[in-house]
């Protein structure tokens, strides 16, 4: 899967995006409350090490009454690079990561919303 990274200026015409294949895992793990769906999610950058390995969950519930279904990603990564990756990641890495995320959420609504 590729995931996309926008910049804030891409979605304005005048930022770059740019997008790297990553290796997606999932598996579905147990809710003891039967609450929600879940699922265990990772990924990682295929090749060059630029983008931060994920580990999360995904939640997935509806309501009934209201139609609607609720999606919520959960997680946390690593940055590259060690100690310069994460002063990387407090002035843009966590901007970028979040970016990945939302695009990730965006990239799997529109998968679930085909016909």
Excluded: N
């Excluded at 005048?14 to 997606?24: K, L, P």
């Excluded at 265990?40 to 931060?52: D, H, T, Y």
């Amino acid at each position: 899967m590729r995931l996309r990274v926008p910049t804030d200026g891409a979605t304005h015409g005048y930022g770059i995006s740019f997008d790297r294949e990553v290796r997606i895992e999932a598996r579905p793990i147990g809710d003891s409350q039967h609450l929600c769906d879940l699922i265990e999610i990772a990924w990682a950058p295929e090749g060059a090490l630029v983008f931060p390995r994920f580990e999360g969950r995904l939640s997935v519930w509806s309501d009934e009454e209201t139609h609607v279904t609720y999606v919520e990603l959960d997680g946390s990564y690593t940055p590259p690079f060690g100690a310069a990756g994460q002063l990387f990641d407090l002035t843009i890495g966590r901007r970028i990561a979040q970016a990945t995320a939302r695009e990730f959420l965006k990239d799997l609504k529109q998968a679930l919303e085909r016909p």
